[in-house]
């Protein structure tokens, strides 16, 4: 038997497609491998998905969510003789899921996109996740462009700082100066025609098409998918713009169908199970 494993920085899931069990992150590293190892019983295979980084060299993850497991050769410490492990970030794991079981099942190359508390993205084509070397390829929220924000990663102009959830959240807080405000009532805002929010999901919109488009240019896919709470939460409004925003930036150049992801927070253990395939 094989198990997904979808590790956050406050849920830790566990499971199969069929069935999953669900438990706050602990808090040391040791804590969190004892906990997979049990809730593993006997897999054979484990799929472990990170909300974060991953090295496939070393075997760990430096995800800024899980800070107790930088530099923890988790690969190491899960293995056991005939169990085979699988390392994978959370976009990864939604790319693949969404290739085989959702959005883009049936399409020959798909990149998946997801848009949240960061940017993210995976790209899968044939059914093969291409991670690159260490698994950190199609970092699309970290590759540099003109801006000179700095971001936690280390460079400056990272699409991550300045068109995630997390940007769209604080420049609409600050324009209703009140830094308390619900994100849900932010979308429910924009959806009744707040101007000011409904600009500034439009320009997020059009601030990350560039990127998606020397993506384009790059893989080729023959579909994008888009997920994560910006897309769920102003729907139309954002997709809208991003849609028109990339057939401008790409010219002459193939323009894939954009699709909405389909699997929600199922696509962790489903891509994670996937990748021991």
């Known amino acids: 038997m094989n198990v997904g494993v979808d590790l956050g920085g406050t849920k830790l899931a566990v499971g199969t497609a069929e069935s ?3 438990i706050s992150t602990p808090a040391t590293s040791d804590d969190i491998i004892a906990a997979i190892d049990t809730l593993a019983g006997e897999a054979r295979g484990i799929g472990l998905c990170v909300a974060g980084r991953v090295d496939l060299q070393s075997g760990s993850t430096f ?6 497991l930088h530099g923890v ?3 190491k410490q899960l293995s056991r ?5 699988t390392l994978l970030n959370d976009a990864d794991a939604a790319a693949l899921a969404e290739h085989q079981f959702g959005a883009a099942r049936g399409t020959h190359t798909s990149l998946y996109v997801t848009v949240s508390t960061g940017i993210g993205a995976g790209l899968v084509s044939q059914q093969r996740l291409y991670q690159g070397y260490r698994g950190q390829a199609v970092e699309l929220g970290h590759a540099g ?3 000179q924000q700095p971001c936690p990663c280390g460079r400056t102009g990272c699409i991550d700082v300045s068109a995630s959830g997390t940007a769209i959240t604080k420049a609409a807080r600050a324009l209703l ?3 308390t405000v619900p994100v849900d009532t932010l979308s429910q805002m924009a959806a009744q025609g707040h101007a000011g929010i409904g600009q500034i999901v439009r320009q997020a919109a059009e601030d990350l098409a560039p990127y998606l488009g020397n993506a384009c240019v790059l893989f080729d896919p023959q579909v994008i998918v888009m997920g994560g709470g910006v897309v769920l939460g102003y729907g139309e409004l954002y997709l809208e713009t991003l849609r028109r925003a ?3 930036t790409l010219g002459q150049w193939h323009l894939p ?3 909405v992801a389909q699997l929600g927070r199922q696509a962790g253990i489903l891509g994670a199970l996937q990748s021991l395939e």
């Open 81 to 85: 003789p005939g169990r085979r492990i």
């Open 20 to 22: 999953v069990q669900i």
């Open 145 to 147: 462009g003109p801006g």
């Open 63 to 68: 995800a800024a969510q899980l800070p107790q």
């Open 73 to 75: 050769p988790l690969v």
């Open 177 to 179: 100066g009140d830094p």
């Open 246 to 248: 990339l057939a401008s």
């Open 257 to 259: 169908e954009i699709r």
